[in-house]
C-alpha cells in the first residue's frame, strides 16, 4: 500500500507535540508539508521532522502540494476559513475540537465532507484511549445483558489541573505569533451578549470533550436539563431518561490531573478515569464492580499503555486507507455545539432569575 501524503497547518505547541510528532513515526505517512507564518519556526520544525516543502499558508499548500490529507491545528475560530479549502479539494481532514463556533458552520463542513466523500475527523482524542474504548464497550454489554441491572445514572468530574504533564517546548525561534492575513475569528451566534461569549468559548474550549465524551460512553443522544448558576454544574438527561451530572470547576488541583467518569448500574458500576491529555505512553484506567447477593467483585483490565493522541493519529490513518466509519465525524461534532449553546442559555437563564 503507497504511503499517504500528509500536509499540516500550524506548528505551535499543539501543532508540533499533538500531531506532528505522532505523524511523523507512522510508516504509512509520508510528511510533505507544513504551512506555517513563522518562517524560521516552520524551517526548523520541518527539519525537525522530515517535512519535505514549508508554504506561508494553507492555499498555497493546496495550490502546490498533492496531498491525501492535512492536520490543520490552530484556534477553532479560524476553522471557518481554512477547513472548507481543504474539504472542497476532496482531500481528507483532521482539526482540533471544536469543530466551529457556530453550528451553521459545523452543519456546512459536515455537508462538505460528505459531498467530497472524505473524511473529517474532529480532535477528539478521548475517544481513542484504550480505556474510554474499553469502558464504552463494558457499559454498552451491560445495558444489553442486563448483568448489573438497570444504567440509572453517569456522573463526571473534571476539575480545572495540569493538562501538559509536564511535556518540553515546542520547537520556537521567538517569532510572534501570527494569524491569517485578511482573514477575521468566526463571530458568535447572534444571539449571544459579549459576556455570554466569553462563556461560551471558554466552555467549549475546555468542557467540550466531556460534552463529546458522555454522548460516546452511552452511545446516545442528550439534552441538558439545568445549569447551576456558578457555572459548577451541569446536568442532563440522555434519550433513553438516563440522569447525567458534570462536575466543572468545582475545585483545582496542581500537577496532576482529575478527569472521571462513573457509570452507575442498579448492582454494579464502570469506573473511567483518564490521564492528563499530553501525558505520553499513558492510557487511561477503567475498573468494573458488580454485586452479588452477599459480596462485590472488583475487577481492572490491564490495558496497553498507548498515548491519545498518538492512537487518534494512527485511528485517521486507518480510516483513510481502509475506508472505515470515522471515529469522531463531524456531524457528531455538531450536537457537541448544540449542547454547549443549550448550557449556555440556561446557565444565564438561571443566574437571571436568581437576581
Known amino acids: 500500500m503507497e504511503r499517504l501524503r500528509f500536509g499540516f497547518v500550524g506548528a505551535g505547541f499543539m501543532g508540533q507535540l499533538a500531531h506532528i510528532a505522532n505523524y511523523s513515526i507512522l510508516l504509512d505517512v509520508e510528511m510533505v508539508a507544513l504551512a506555517e507564518g513563522r518562517t524560521k519556526t516552520a524551517e526548523a520544525v520541518a527539519r525537525r521532522y522530515g517535512i519535505a516543502q514549508v508554504y506561508p499558508d494553507h492555499r498555497a499548500m493546496l495550490d502546490d502540494a498533492e496531498l491525501d490529507a492535512v492536520v490543520a491545528i490552530m ?23 471544536p469543530i466551529s463556533i457556530k453550528v451553521e458552520t459545523a452543519k456546512r463542513f459536515a455537508a462538505l465532507a460528505k459531498e467530497a466523500a472524505v473524511t473529517y ?6 475517544r481513542c484511549d484504550p480505556a474510554s474504548v474499553r469502558a464504552k464497550a463494558q457499559i454498552g454489554e451491560s445495558r444489553s445483558t442486563g448483568e448489573y441491572g438497570k444504567l440509572r445514572y453517569l456522573r463526571v468530574s473534571m476539575p ?9 517546548p515546542p520547537i520556537s525561534c521567538d517569532e510572534p505569533a501570527l494569524t491569517y492575513t485578511g482573514v477575521t475569528p468566526e463571530p458568535a451566534p447572534d444571539w449571544m451578549s459579549q459576556d455570554t461569549v466569553a462563556t461560551y468559548v471558554s466552555f467549549v474550549n475546555y468542557y467540550i470533550h466531556q460534552v463529546n465524551l458522555i454522548r460516546y460512553l452511552l452511545g446516545e443522544d442528550y439534552t441538558v436539563r439545568y445549569a ?22 468545582a475545585y483545582e488541583v496542581q500537577h496532576e490531573w482529575e478527569e472521571f467518569y462513573t457509570a452507575c448500574f442498579e448492582r ?5 478515569s483518564l490521564p492528563a491529555p499530553m501525558a505520553r505512553q499513558r492510557a487511561g484506567e477503567v475498573r468494573f464492580y458488580k ?3 452477599h459480596d462485590g467483585v472488583y475487577e481492572k483490565p490491564a490495558l496497553p499503555q498507548r498515548w491519545s493522541m498518538a492512537e487518534q493519529a494512527r485511528i485517521f490513518v486507518e480510516t483513510i486507507q481502509k475506508g472505515k466509519p470515522c471515529l469522531s465525524p463531524a456531524e457528531d461534532a455538531v450536537k457537541d455545539l448544540e449542547i454547549a449553546e443549550q448550557y449556555v442559555k440556561l446557565l444565564y437563564e438561571t443566574r437571571h432569575s436568581a437576581t
Not at 160 to 168: K, N
Not at 234 to 248: K, N, Q, R, W, Y
Open 75 to 97: 484556534g477553532f475560530e479560524f476553522h471557518h476559513a481554512v477547513v472548507p479549502d481543504i474539504l472542497e479539494r476532496g482531500v481528507h481532514c483532521l482539526t482540533e475540537k
Open 121 to 126: 475527523h474532529i480532535g477528539y482524542m478521548k
Open 160 to 168: 480545572p489541573g495540569d493538562w501538559t504533564a509536564g511535556i518540553e
Open 228 to 249: 447551576e448558576p456558578s457555572g459548577v454544574v451541569l446536568t442532563a438527561e440522555s434519550a433513553s431518561g438516563i440522569p447525567i451530572v458534570l462536575e466543572m470547576a
Open 268 to 272: 454494579g458500576k464502570v469506573e473511567l
Open 291 to 293: 454485586g452479588g447477593e
